[in-house]
């Protein structure tokens, strides 16, 4: 059973910095495909960010500049720099994880994920 355990959400001003972690553990995948959502209250569950096994990225038009999804194979942990942050950006943030016996491609559609954290909450202030 793949965990998923998000960290590294709190409160900030508006053009404050957050870096979101996400640690996984209890896979047995070749990979681990990984990237984060997040979801404002009354609203749906948006993609943010994804990484691919090549280190390619993709994210959301809403956070492209701002925001930076790393991932560090060697500990099994997803990162998100978020920086100049906007109000817009409250959300609860999840890491999400799909298996794979081969190549990541970077995707930020929910219905591409199988496995999801508990979240965490970053609230921005204006």
């Known amino acids: 059973q793949v965990q998923l355990v998000e960290s590294g959400g709190g409160s900030v001003q508006a053009g404050g910095s957050l870096r979101l972690s996400c640690a996984a553990s209890g896979y047995t995948y070749s990979t681990l495909c990984m990237g984060w959502f997040r979801q404002a209250p009354g609203k749906e569950r948006e993609g943010v960010a994804a990484?691919?096994?090549?280190?390619?990225?993709v994210y959301a038009d809403s956070v492209k500049g701002r925001f930076t999804i790393s991932k560090d194979n060697a500990k099994n942990t997803l990162y998100l720099q978020m920086n100049n942050l906007e109000p817009e950006d409250t959300a609860m943030y999840y890491c999400?994880?799909?298996?794979?016996?081969?190549?990541?491609?970077?995707?930020?559609?929910?219905?591409?994920?199988?496995?999801w954290g508990q979240g965490t909450q970053v609230t921005v202030s204006s």
């Open positions: 999400a994880a799909r298996g794979s016996g081969g190549f990541c491609f970077a995707k930020i559609k929910t219905y591409e994920y199988n496995y």
């Open positions: 990484i691919s096994s090549a280190g390619s990225t």
